[in-house]
């Protein structure tokens, strides 16, 4: 039968798009006494102390009407940003505020439409952090070339890039990260609106705005808002803002309300694996390995932690 | 005032993202005699003759409960694929079925859950149309490296890629690109099963299916729609699909009720300038011009035709 059965139709995509596992077939090949693995398989292979669960001081739980977005946060790259953030949430700054726009292939922005909201210890405003010293970060790389930067890899789950020739690298723009609006001024910024990205990566963006974490979990609650009729995606009618329940450290909730999210660390040789499964996908589904692979599409995997055995 | 108003908030997230026109900054060297353009600047001096009108031939009108997706059908990379899928608009084949699949990031995907209606006039599969000849297109390259491909660019407002040293070209797997579901055989597709492209470019796909068009209005309808909760983002229940109210060719929709739409020639000057702006963003929001474009970065400019002028 050819036409696919609602099974079958579920088969046909779980191989059309899958990182599941699947029969191998003809695969480039794999270093002496090594068979090549897929994705799913190296993820599944992959040892507890492969994965890193997120420090809950430096993650964020904003709550929508539908549902809880984890956001971790990163120092590494904006970390007066990231103290700022934080303490806005620990203020409770964002809550009952709303987001405001959604702009399709784009981003979705929150922040106070009425811009007066005290901001309690934090600040209106800081110096920009668009890009940081090379020197002192570890740079997972990538073997490919970027159509924007001499280098890109990961810095823990950040996407970034690098140019030795200055010494410097940045965070970029992929699906999911999050950062800091600003006016014209480079340093009117500050992290009192934030935008996250739902699109393909708007990479133009990287080193003019400062990105400051990125979503971990729960993106879904982002990505599908109703876009703004409004220019650039603006809610035309207040009435149509989507409310932030609340936007909290998840240090400042308490344990048993946690989300405990685990991401792949990418200084490991599981994550080279894996970025070797992903660069040549074995799957029997795929006919021409791409060979390649760009930093915003390879999203690190996360998951929730699993639970710990049972006590003997 | 640092922290914006509401109005001011509108001008901020204008100036974060925006192909507005602003004041120009500083700029790359313009051409003797040329003052460099930003795009929007580009778009309000494109001639008419710069935009090309849809051919309702080849256009698709899908009818979703919140409104119309305008699908431009890309003949020149599967032209057997297009044929039977307007075979299958024109017998009605999708009216009635349903989104069933929504993976955030990734695709939404449509057709007939339970496989059994009846293709008519069409076919139910057919040999793939991956790729193609090189030879006897116009690909309008773009000057920056890709990380998947010799030769990017855009045949039409098709993003393309190509490798001169095979002589192959071939569609590529942008935002709101449209292609045929297949199974593991490379001739299981034939598009009784199409998915969109709502995230990031998944261009690991390139060449393992065949692309047959590009939503070129209505994205907005697809990409909100919610993520399935199953695995690969099908919907688990069916009440949860959203149903197709109607999928026509333009050209089988009496004139009255068509939408026409333009898109921007890419083979002409105008193009030429257009791209040029978007690799180095003139805005004077931008403080570091990216001096590159990813061909998915750059989707080709559509607009509603304007109407005529009045009769003299």
Not at 174 to 202: F, K, W
């Amino acid at each position: 039968m050819k036409l696919p059965s609602i099974q079958a139709g579920r088969a046909l995509s779980v191989l059309l798009l899958a990182a599941c596992a699947a029969p191998l077939s003809a695969a480039p090949p794999a270093p002496a006494g090594k068979k090549p693995l897929t994705s799913a398989e190296v993820l599944a292979q992959a040892a507890p102390s492969d994965w890193r669960t997120l420090d809950p001081a430096d993650t964020i739980y904003m709550e929508l009407p539908s549902g809880r977005v984890v956001i971790e946060l990163a120092a590494e790259f904006a970390p007066r940003h990231v103290a700022n953030v934080s303490a806005l949430a620990h203020g409770h700054y964002f809550d009952g505020l709303a987001v405001m726009r959604a702009q399709d292939n784009y981003v979705v922005q929150w922040g106070d439409a009425d811009g007066k909201k005290p901001v309690g210890d934090a600040q209106r405003t800081l110096p920009a952090e668009f890009e940081r010293p090379l020197r002192g970060l570890n740079l997972v790389r990538l073997p490919d070339a970027d159509t924007y930067a001499p280098q890109v890899g990961f810095v823990g789950d950040i996407p970034a890039a690098a140019d030795p020739a200055s010494g410097r690298a940045w965070a970029v723009h992929c699906y999911g990260m999050v950062g800091a609006g600003r006016d014209n001024d480079v340093d009117s910024g500050g992290g009192t609106e934030l935008y996250v990205v739902i699109g393909q990566a708007p990479r133009h963006l990287d080193r003019n705005v400062t990105l400051l974490g990125r979503v971990v979990l729960g993106m879904e609650h982002l990505s599908v808002l109703p876009r703004g009729t409004g220019a650039l995606g603006f809610y035309e009618h207040p009435q149509e803002r989507v409310p932030i329940k609340s936007f909290h450290l998840a240090s400042d909730v308490p344990p048993q309300e946690r989300t405990e999210v685990q991401v792949l660390r990418t200084d490991t040789a599981t994550f080279q694996a894996y970025v070797a499964a992903r660069r040549n996908r074995l799957e029997e589904w795929f006919k021409v390995p791409a060979g390649h692979i760009d930093v915003c599409n390879l999203p690190v995997p996360a998951r929730l932690r699993p639970a710990p055995p049972p006590p003997q």
